[in-house]
């Protein structure tokens, strides 16, 4: 099992979030968004093949919108297995197609039905540009005599892809890349093989580039189980273990070529046999890395190579970040051209508190900061790495100095006290591996989630990547599944949290307070305000989707009151038992702001109830309102936002959409849910403004472009 691949990052990673029904979430993990180049073609199963101009007219297949596309069109592909009928699932050919997945590897996969290679990107000096980005490629089978069954790329570029059980007859098993210039980059090789010849994984012939990927468990019948590079190419800060060489000569690492080639920063480690490496030629030049064992010698330009443990977290399960006490901490040289890992993180890092950032050696780098470690596989005495980690969150939490972080793995965690999880005085960092997915904080409907209290000492406290559910702070309390007094809750899931006066999800106090990029779905109140979320003085809601929660009085989606502030938001589908605001209500005297919102299709015909008229709500979307839009409230409009699918859940704006560039700058949002920049010129008409809502359309792409979906 590989893990840790692509662990939720609070600023890394772009997530979309989706309801798939008015209480169920469906979070997706998904790539950086770059702006596309071309015009846009679309694939989904649910298109109607026609056009693949747009979602409704989305191509079932990708071959049929990359065949459409023009010269650097994009084509998007959404959720789904896709698969082909010729000899490969995908070719890409001649144009700079950018060919890239809506959510992710996780949810698009390319599967060749072990009959037919996955991706093919054919050589031409005048198509460099090319790319595929976020798929899972699987099952694919290039034939005999062939070479690349997940891919053949002679150009251009893959990234953000997994590629797992493919197979080659030649070379290249997961990947074949060849001709100068060609990349690949920020993927996952697992369990791929070759059946006669070399580069289980990967091979890469004559002056390509392996940059930051983890290649493990692929096998070669002959040379290099994880990689084979030939002929002047270079392979940089990847993680290659656990594969195999059936004829065991480099089952990490195979090498015969007179070129000179480079392994740079890299870990050749527990690869079959007792050849981690074969340097047939010693024209493989190592330099910087870490290597378990080798024939042949590093090479000419072999230099500051170590032959120590890397220490990774946990090898065993498939974890292969490097533990605090990692050799390969700050041991990597000086590589320019790579500016982050496998997970986002910059590069380099002051891994070892020296005061000098240096680069680590591996596919990852190590963060920079006291950790503490959280897992039900640890023996619960240290906390400070995976082997001692504690069995729950608030042993490590009370163990933790000031200013550190606390990571915990993929689990449910449950409590004994008034709550889960109590942060308190240390300005602790709350971090999940893995993300929301896969991290849950579970109350057992007898205790909140989550509690930061009060201190004006310590502000920066934090809450990242977390699913909080079945929470009930009990009779006479506030903040069902989580109670923040300061500092930050982000990237987290809240759903089925119940609280008796305020706060089912969230019960946000005192100034500073923030909730972001966050999905409120599904929680209650029984006697009083704010079903999802609650804002009492001086608070902020910030890019958030609150849905289908239900308050036993104000405000079924969100109660703001006392100076709070709620931006870009989108509140749909909640409801107020007391049909007062089923998705914002206010009755307080202080000012609180509204902005950039959009409130819809929560129940009855009051979407928003705003008392005393001290709710100035601005550049909003709002579909029904009682009161009034405050007097410092302006150009709100009243026009249906077009979601892209909002029965499916997919709240996304449309390009037809009266929300898209109709927002007012708020300089303190600099992107939305999906970890888009803020603002773009989604109506291109040379002018960048802020969306209205939780999520920001991209621009439209300066030709054609296919989305698939």
Aim: aromatic share 8%; hydrophobic share 30%; with cysteine.
């Amino acid at each position: 099992m590989i893990m840790n691949v692509w662990r939720q990052r609070a600023v890394r990673d772009r997530t979309h979030g989706r309801l798939s029904t008015p209480v169920g979430w469906i979070w997706t993990l998904a790539l950086s968004a770059l702006p596309a180049i071309g015009t846009e073609w679309f694939v989904s199963a649910d298109g109607d093949n026609t056009t693949y101009t747009n979602w409704a007219t989305a191509a079932h297949t990708i071959q049929a919108a990359v065949d459409a596309a023009g010269y650097g069109d994009t084509v998007w592909v959404t959720n789904g297995t896709y698969t082909g009928t010729g000899a490969e699932v995908v070719l890409l050919q001649n144009k700079n197609t950018a060919l890239r997945s809506v959510n992710g590897c996780l949810y698009t996969i390319i599967n060749g039905g072990n009959a037919r290679r996955g991706i093919r990107m054919p050589h031409n000096e005048a198509y460099v540009n090319g790319i595929v980005d976020g798929f899972t490629v699987t099952n694919c089978n290039c034939g005999t005599g062939g070479s690349g069954g997940g891919a053949y790329l002679s150009k251009g570029t893959i990234q953000n892809c997994r590629f797992t059980k493919n197979t080659a007859d030649n070379h290249g098993g997961g990947v074949f890349a060849y001709a100068s210039g060609a990349t690949i980059r920020n993927c996952v090789i697992v369990g791929n093989k070759t059946t006669t010849y070399s580069g289980g994984g990967v091979t890469l012939y004559y002056d390509c580039v392996a940059e930051n990927c983890l290649i493990a468990g692929n096998t070669a019948a002959y040379l290099g189980g994880g990689i084979w590079p030939v002929g002047g190419s270079g392979v940089r800060n990847c993680t290659i273990v656990g594969n195999t060489s059936a004829d065991n000569r480099g089952s990490g690492v195979g090498e015969n070529d007179n070129g000179t080639t480079y392994l740079q920063n890299c870990i050749v480690w527990d690869n079959t046999g007792d050849e981690d490496i074969k340097n047939d030629n010693g024209k493989l030049y190592i330099q910087n890395c870490c290597v378990k064992s080798i024939t042949g010698g590093y090479g000419a330009g072999g230099v500051s190579n170590i032959t120590d443990n890397p220490r990774f977290v946990s090898a065993a399960g498939g974890d292969y970040r490097l533990g605090s006490s990692s050799p390969c901490v700050d041991k990597g040289r000086t590589l320019a051209m790579v500016t982050s890992d496998l997970n986002g993180a910059p590069r380099p890092l002051d891994g070892n508190g020296d005061g000098i950032a240096e680069y680590d050696m591996g596919v990852y780098e190590i963060p920079v900061w006291d950790q503490y470690y959280v897992s039900p596989d640890g023996d619960n005495t240290a906390f400070t790495n995976w082997a001692t980690a504690a069995h729950s969150i608030q042993a490590a939490v009370d163990a933790a100095p000031n200013n550190a972080t606390v990571w915990v793995t993929n689990g449910t965690y449950t409590g004994t006290g008034a709550e889960v999880v109590l942060l308190q005085n240390k300005n602790t960092a709350l971090r999940s591996v893995n993300g929301f997915l896969y991290t849950i904080i579970n109350g057992e409907n007898a205790r909140r989630g989550i509690r930061m209290p009060h201190n004006e000492a310590y502000v920066n406290g934090i809450v990242d990547g977390f699913t909080v559910t079945n929470c009930n702070c009990g009779a006479g309390e506030s903040g069902g599944g989580a109670y923040l007094s300061k500092g930050t809750i982000q990237n987290c899931r809240f759903t089925k949290n119940t609280a008796v006066n305020h706060g089912g999800g969230v019960f946000v106090n005192q100034s500073g307070a923030t909730i972001r990029n966050c999905v409120i779905v599904g929680n209650k109140t029984t006697t009083y305000s704010g079903g999802g979320v609650t804002l009492y003085y001086g608070c902020v809601a910030e890019n958030c989707l609150i849905a289908g929660n239900t308050a036993a009085l104000l405000g079924g989606g969100i109660w703001p009151v006392g100076g709070s502030g709620v931006r870009n938001c989108t509140i749909v589908g909640n409801t107020s038992a007391d049909t007062r605001g089923s998705g914002v209500g206010e009755n307080d005297y202080s000012i609180s702001y509204l902005q950039n919102c959009i409130v819809w299709d929560n129940t009855g015909d009051e979407d928003i109830k705003n008392d005393n008229g001290k709710l100035y709500i601005q550049n909003c979307c709002v579909k029904s309102i009682t009161g009034s839009y405050g007097a410092g409230g302006v150009s709100n409009i009243t026009d249906n936002p077009r979601f892209v699918n909002a029965a499916g859940g997919d709240y996304r704006l449309r390009s037809s959409s009266p929300c898209v560039d109709k927002g007012m700058t708020l300089a303190m949002v600099t992107n939305d849910l999906d970890g888009a920049s803020r603002p773009m010129d989604g109506n291109w008409n040379g002018t960048a403004e802020y969306d209205i809502g939780a999520y920001e359309l991209p621009p439209p792409a300066l030709g054609t472009a296919i989305l698939i979906r």
